[in-house]
């Protein structure tokens, strides 16, 4: 039942890594081969954690245990609070977080997978611009720079025909209809990450913390999970929300103003956000837990940033080479691009990779 | 039963006193009975025990602490969804009772014979469709359906605070989401209501109609009084469904942590369970204390409204026609 279960997606994701494979024959080895170096291993894998990178998990794991047919990897997208819970538990031996662990959250002995002396590691290797996605009579083509963007999510800007809006859409037919803007009602990365964007690039306006429960202080409409924001900005009008890139379908996603340049949420300009930022510091050399700098130019600043946690030690080595060997493969350009067939995420650049790969070798 | 065994021996000896020869199927029915009568109990018991024991850590923390690693002081933060939980079931009683003492006294006196049973069958698959597609139907469907009816009451009766201005865009209000809970709820208070209003002795139906009433006097002075501890029973299950509905209104409702008594607007109290719903998969820590601990002031809820209902019940027992 199993293997016939996973026949289908299996057969799939097989084919999509020989497709990639051939057409990207110069750069770095394929999963196919890459497997063949690593098909000695066999064994367990449990990870647990961020829904946001669910889909791009699956694919990994399938392409994965295609290239080493005796590992089993499972992944449970249960939400990033409960996968970080279940790693420093020891239940789960990787965990996927929307956010890096915080100061008080590491530490070397916390992690009952993890060596005694060892700390924690994090990885962030998945990256998803969040779009914003509106649907408004007549208007194709939505321009909005961080201050009108706080406004609107704020309900400082109340209909769509403003001023401000109108300054940044010169030309456009913009209606005089009040504006209904969605936000997730549940806890969510998509908000922290959204939220963040608003409070460093509109201080002015945005005065409150990034967090990943929307503000109450703010107004709008909630809506449940990704689907309940696009459903609610596709079903009702004049409304304008934020979900993540791959999820918006056929609505309308705004160009985010940064410095002079106008950026819509596409791979190359979501994974410059990852390239800007700066480690957090007091880490180890090879934790890459990031500072995000939202108003950096040249990127487009609204993308969701997940990290994989791992250890910097493993009490048992042959979970290290296990997690070593699939993270690695996760964090390679392969993995990148099999997953952004999949999930829409944004490859990390072959720099970042670089600095990833670095970190996971030196996984014990 | 032993009682009545006791009774039914030769009452003109002292043999009455010889307890009777004790059966098989007594004990193990007097068993099962008080087993499972004890099980409840002891099943109510566990839950109160792990909802204070998990809320401990929340409940004891100094608001600092709940502000940096939790959702905010405790108090602050579960009196608007406290108040949610409330005011979003009394809404969905207001129109559910009505319709369902409607439709049940029309199954029990008004349809013929083949409609009702038909009728009471469909009503009762009502109660069989799952609370997610409920959510589903309401959230995709029923709101943006509505959202016309949201604009109108903003723009013609806005004055009355019910109804103030701006009206949701979307339809996801309080409105809606109480009229969810209502069809949810429907089939509950209905079912038990016609089962009750069935049971009217046929003698004091027949006894009204004969000093002349007309059928509708009929159910006003036999059906209603006889039945009326009933109905309070039925609107209380009807109610405790409605306090802890999750999935529903986790969906439709477009909610936060605000008190307001606007029906139709953006911003809507969200419930205890919707919100616990909405933010456990991202919970860690104390934040899951926390959100057990605002489970706890739901059951404490949910127990209150109960007994409520049965000392009501009680208390009117006296004057109702049943006895």
Known sequence: MFSKKLAAPLALVAASVIAFSGCAANEAAAPATSGGAASGLNGRLTGKGASSMSVAQTTWIAAFQTANPGVTINYSPDGSGAGREAFASGAVQYAGSDRALKDEEMGAGKFAVCAPDSNALNLPVYVSPIAIIYKVDGVTDLKLDADTTAKIFAGKITTWNDPAIAALNPGANLPSATITAVHRSDDSGTTENFTDYLAQAAPSVWNQKSAGIWPDAFPGEAAKGTAGVVGAV?????????????????????????????????????????????????????????????????????????????????????????????????????????????????????DMQAKLKTSIDSIK | ????????????????????????????????????????????????????????????????????????????????????????????????????????????????RRLASGLGYVIDLLAAVPSVVYGLWGANTFAAALQPLHAWLATYLGWFPLFTPPASGTGRSMLTTSLVLAVMILPIITSLCREVFLQTPKLHEEAALALGATRWEMICMAVFPFARAGIVSAVMLGLGRALGETMAVAMVLSGAGVIKFDIIGQQNPNTIAATIALNFPDASGLRINQLIAGGLILFVITLAVNMLARWIVRRRAAFSGAN
């Open chain 2, 1 to 112: 039963m032993s009682t009545a065994t006791h009774t039914r021996q030769a009452p003109e000896d002292d043999l009455a006193l010889v307890p009777a020869k004790p059966r098989i199927g007594d004990k193990v029915f007097t068993g099962l009975s008080t087993g499972a009568g004890i099980a409840i109990f002891v099943i109510l018991a566990a839950v109160a025990l792990f909802l204070i024991a998990q809320a401990f850590p929340a409940l004891t923390s100094t608001p600092e602490m709940l502000q940096s690693r939790g959702y905010g002081p405790f108090w602050s933060w579960v009196a608007p969804f406290a108040f949610g939980t409330v005011y979003s079931a009394f809404w969905a009683l207001v129109f559910a009772v009505p319709v369902a003492i409607g439709i049940a006294l029309f199954i029990s006196h008004y349809a013929p």
């Open chain 1, 234 to 350: 596709q079903s009702g009008n004049n409304t304008i929300g934020y979900a993540d890139e791959s999820q918006a379908g056929s609505l309308g996603k705004a160009q985010i103003k940064v410095g002079n340049e106008f950026f819509g949420p596409t791979a190359e300009a979501a994974a410059k956000l990852v390239d800007n930022a700066t480690k957090v510091s007091g880490r180890s050399a090879n934790d890459w837990a990031l500072k995000l700098d939202r108003t950096a130019q040249g990127q487009y600043p609204i993308a969701l940033v997940s990290y994989a946690l791992v250890c910097e030690h493993y009490a048992d080595s042959s979970v290290a080479n296990l997690v070593k060997s699939y993270v690695g493969y996760i964090a390679s350009d392969a993995g990148q691009k099999a997953a952004q067939a999949k999930a829409g995420n944004a490859p990390l650049s072959a």
